[in-house]
């Protein structure tokens, strides 16, 4: 059901059960998208700082040669 349908029924119908279901799963589904956004920069984050350090590492064998 859409916002305004279920905003309808709450009006109609005095439903507010359907209306609060609609927005709590709307509430679940934005949190469980921004919690596998958020494990996706960690892992992006972690990826740069290994490339990073193995970039430094050579160039310090550079610098020692």
Not at 27 to 56: M, P, Q, R, Y
Request: no cysteine; glycine share 4%; hydrophobic share 35%.
């Amino acid at each position: 059901m859409s916002y305004y349908d279920s905003l309808s029924m709450v009006k109609q119908n005095d439903n507010i059960a359907q209306w609060l279901k609609f927005f709590l799963t709307g509430v679940i589904e934005t949190s469980k998208n921004s919690i596998k956004t958020f494990d996706e920069i960690v892992k992006l984050k972690k990826d740069v700082e290994n490339k990073l350090t193995k970039i430094g590492k050579k160039q310090q064998m550079v610098k020692d040669y």
